[in-house]
């Protein structure tokens, strides 16, 4: 029901468009997909074939074949785009067979290839799509790329790889990892700037939140997504765990386990809702930790899902604000004004749905439904679902957007928390980072796709 609410108004009132805004019932575009637009159809196809909302699939899937567009002289997100819509468009793919969605997804693939043209092949964080010319934030540090950028590239390349029978999109992402594999790591920890001209990192700054988050999580996914055989993946993944476990993760007075984040050796005891997500990603690397550690790992997502479950408990709407602290006497609080805002993220949910399915404890269930409770109660309004600006205030200040992803991943990931196991089981896929199911890879699956050619 929360997915055809958005859905429809989405339809009614920003059909094609990127985004909604759904207290002023109009479309919103966001800079970061250029004048691609159709971001939260291509980000839903697969959440509303999943969910068997199959009137709603079929128009979505018709307006892709007809205006879904890349020739469009623009400068898009790299990442973004990459983990929507050739993520959205590689699931609709494998969930669906129509042919349309990976024809889409190789071409769009192949628009994103200049963005690798850098001295070491680190891509730029902005492309032009029509003129393939690429460059960095201008705010990261002395002309870096950034790790949760170029680091979540991997999985979908593989895939385009694996559908187009091109290799150079597995090449360029297997890249990547020699550039990080050659460089000295600061403790063991990857800092969150590299600079793609000089192969060397920027500011020592590391987290697990936003700018290093998806990183860590593709280095894992990689690995389960080969079915198990890259090893290279899982070495460097169990390897950075380890650096985060000694120099990251904390305790706080009260007992509630977090993850700092890293500026140069100094820690700043500050969480966001961002690093929330990685309570799932150490329960579902614990199987392939070694034996002696796999109760370890899930009992630190277990922790992990409790911090995150307090911020949300801890403020007056129960929705977690975009970043808590834990000093100068609080703990898990919001202390800086523009942290105080939720605008629909899904990472606390995708935790607790990994935690549910790894453990079936039922409090995992019971804290996403106290979630939907406060998203029905404070987001939801006639036009659709909007973020909100303040979760410590007792009146609702709405930001007006209903976020893509609010529909990829929020409302997905609740909808298999309260489903049985044997949808999407985790044997057979693996998410993106934008909740888009990419199936496991085996080794006779090459041979498939080959015979398909």
């Known amino acids: 029901q929360m997915m055809k609410h958005a859905w429809d108004n989405y339809k009614r009132y920003a059909w094609g468009l990127n985004e909604l805004k759904p207290i002023s019932k109009q479309g919103h575009s966001s800079n970061l997909f250029g004048n691609i637009q159709g971001a939260t159809i291509v980000d839903a196809l697969d959440t509303l074939y999943v969910m068997e909302m199959k009137e709603e699939f079929k128009e979505a899937t018709e307006w892709v074949e007809k205006n879904l567009d890349f020739n469009v002289n623009a400068e898009i997100s790299v990442f973004e785009v990459n983990i929507r819509f050739v993520g959205g468009l590689l699931s609709a793919y494998y969930l669906s067979g129509e042919e349309v969605f990976r024809k889409k997804a190789v071409e769009l693939g192949e628009k994103l290839l200049p963005a690798f043209n850098t001295p070491t092949g680190i891509p730029w964080a902005l492309l032009n799509i029509k003129s393939g010319i690429g460059r960095n934030w201008p705010w990261a540090s002395g002309g870096s790329s950034i790790l949760a950028e170029f680091g979540t590239l991997h999985l979908e390349f593989i895939h385009l790889s694996h559908l187009s029978g091109n290799p150079v999109f597995a090449e360029k992402v297997m890249n990547i990892r020699k550039v990080l594999n050659r460089l000295d790591k600061p403790e063991g920890l990857y800092p969150n700037y590299l600079n793609p001209s000089s192969g060397q990192w920027g500011q020592h700054h590391v987290s697990i939140g936003g700018l290093g988050d ?111 602290r834990f000093d100068g006497g609080v703990e898990a609080i919001a202390t800086r004004q523009n942290e105080k805002y939720y605008i629909l993220r899904p990472e606390v949910i995708e935790t607790y749905m990994y935690m549910w399915r790894l453990t079936h404890d039922p409090k995992y269930r019971q804290w996403g439904w106290e979630a939907v409770e406060a998203l029905e109660k404070h987001c939801r309004v006639d036009g659709g679902y909007s973020g ?54 085996h080794k006779d699956d090459e041979n498939k796709e080959e015979n398909k050619k």
């Open 214 to 324: 998806s990183f860590y999580e593709y280095l894992l996914k990689a690995w389960l997504m080969s079915d198990k055989t890259d090893e290279e993946g899982k070495k460097m993944y169990y390897d950075a765990v380890q650096a985060i476990e000694t120099h990251l993760i904390r305790k706080s007075s009260s007992g509630l386990t977090y993850i700092a984040e890293w500026k140069g050796g100094l820690l700043e005891h500050k969480m966001g809702h961002l690093t929330c997500f990685a309570g799932g990603m150490f329960a579902l690397g614990a199987d392939g930790a070694p034996p002696d550690k796999t109760g370890h790992h899930i009992e630190l997502g277990a922790e992990i899902a409790r911090t995150c479950h307090e911020s949300y408990d801890r403020t007056s709407m129960k929705l977690g604000p975009e970043a808590f």
């Open 388 to 441: 909100i600006r303040d979760v410590y205030n007792n009146h609702e200040s709405h930001d007006d957007v209903q976020q893509s992803f609010f529909l990829s991943e929020t409302l997905k990931y609740l909808y298999l928390l309260f489903s049985e196991d044997d949808l999407l089981p985790f044997e057979h896929w693996v998410f993106n980072t934008e909740a888009h199911p990419l199936p496991v890879l």
